[in-house]
């Protein structure tokens, strides 16, 4: 049993810091692929990026499972002093991530014609697409297994590695959109072959950057890798998590086709403040991910102690920066708003509905650590549950309330989802701490 490191606070924001820098690079990547192809003066090329990406993401944001399974089975693994495990979790999780995103390539025209039937779009958008993605979707091998390689970074403490792999990916696809579209003239493909190229290298740092997994023969331990119990208890975390990953992806996309009911105007206000919830969760990402590897770390090492520290302590820093994320919206949110539109009605209505930004900052942030809370101690049987019973509700509320109360009902439900999911984690959290003491 690895001896526990001491809990700081200097140690939780060495986790969380570069991960809150790593997520603010991702608007910017989005901004520039736009501005790129804006250049080209046409309105196709900008809905044919913008709609490939979408499609491509949506895909992957499931696979987000890999990603915080392997965290917090690392983690533990790390924790219990286990390096032969915490290697051969990484093993499993590239290997995963490379056969999913080869059965990505095999089935794109599959994919491509349900994205479209769901999301049609003009022919010459949708052609342009098309394009866009036979091209990207060869980087899915990549990108799926860059979620394990993620994980295993967090879960040992090395999130300086997640900011450089980061930054690697996003300035390479920069560099490449500048040089392919407005230099090379390659146009939508030349966003697609500067991203498949900034996927596929980064992938290559990513293995790099985790060497220390792969310094012995660990890794390679095909006994161990492929062990049924070991790929049961696997399967079962990363099936939970995917599971409670779609939920909340419907309730998300829920709450945006229920928005477009509205009309144009308070769809267009929704949107723009959806900009600020995104914005809460790369903030409250970091101090996330913090429990996730902490929490799972004290699980591996057996001491409810260093759990309970583990928790609170990061919970911490997590409500100041929910606090000064509040203050923030609310003091600098119309200022921001009058920036991101012109229309003066959706000027009004985005004011109108800022309060209910400001206050899901800070209540909001319950469900947030207590999922990386139960990610770290591979709670995600109740992770699942939970999460179905609140999005269940949350539903309920929009059938009943949305038709007589409108975007307030909608912003209401959007509150009461996230307060749910805190408050059903929050009870069962003595269970987590009980089944450590058991084990223990």
Not at 201 to 211: E, I, K, Y
Request: with cysteine; aromatic share 10%; net charge positive.
């Amino acid at each position: 049993m690895a001896k526990p490191q001491p809990l700081t606070d200097r140690r939780i924001l060495k986790i969380a810091v570069p991960i809150v820098l790593a997520n603010l690079t991702v608007p910017i990547l989005g901004a520039v692929d736009t501005g790129v192809v804006g250049q080209m003066g046409a309105a196709a090329p900008i809905g044919a990026v913008g709609l490939g990406a979408i499609i491509l993401a949506s895909i992957y944001w499931i696979f987000g499972f890999l990603r915080m399974g392997t965290t917090g089975l690392v983690a533990q693994a790390t924790g219990a002093g286990d390096l032969a495990e915490s290697g051969a979790i990484l093993t499993r999780g590239i290997m995963i991530g490379l056969v999913a995103g080869s059965v990505m390539v095999l089935g794109q025209v599959l994919i491509t014609h349900a994205a479209f039937r769901i999301a049609p779009a003009s022919a010459e958008v949708e052609g342009l697409a098309r394009d866009y993605l036979r091209i990207r979707i060869w980087g899915a091998p990549a990108t799926i297994a860059l979620y394990a390689v993620n994980g295993w970074l967090i879960a040992t403490e090395r999130t300086r590695g997640v900011l450089v792999l980061q930054l690697w990916m996003n300035g390479l696809n920069i560099a490449l959109d500048l040089w392919f579209v407005l230099g090379l003239g390659w146009g939508v493909q030349g966003v697609a072959v500067a991203t498949l190229i900034a996927e596929v290298t980064g992938l290559a740092l990513g293995l790099w950057l985790c060497r220390a997994a792969f310094s012995g023969a660990q890794w390679r331990d095909w006994p161990r890798v492929f062990d049924r119990v070991r790929l049961k208890r696997m399967w079962s975390v990363n099936s939970d998590i995917m599971l409670r990953t779609i939920a909340l992806q419907g309730a998300m996309t829920g709450f945006l086709f229920t928005s477009a009911g509205f009309g144009d105007v308070e769809l267009a206000a929704n949107q723009i403040l959806w900009q600020f919830l995104m914005l809460t969760a790369y903030a409250l990402d970091g101090f996330a991910f913090a429990a996730e590897a902490l929490v799972g770390q004290a699980v591996g090492a057996r001491s409810v102690g260093l759990m309970r520290r583990a928790s609170i302590r990061a919970s911490i820093w997590a409500f100041g920066a929910a606090v000064v994320m509040a203050l923030g919206f609310w003091g600098f949110g119309p200022w921001v708003i009058e920036l991101m539109a012109t229309d003066t009605d959706v000027r009004a209505a985005a004011r109108a509905f800022l309060p209910y930004v400001v206050a899901l900052s800070v209540v909001g942030l319950a469900a947030y650590m207590l999922d990386g809370i139960f990610i770290g101690a591979t709670g995600t049987r109740e992770m699942r549950n939970t999460v179905i019973l609140a999005v269940a509700i949350y539903g309920l509320v929009i059938w009943l309330t949305v038709p007589i109360f409108g975007n307030h009902a909608l912003w209401t439900a959007l509150i009461l989802l996230n307060v749910l999911r805190g408050v059903f984690l929050g009870a069962l959290y003595p269970r987590l701490e009980r089944r450590v003491e058991v084990h223990g």
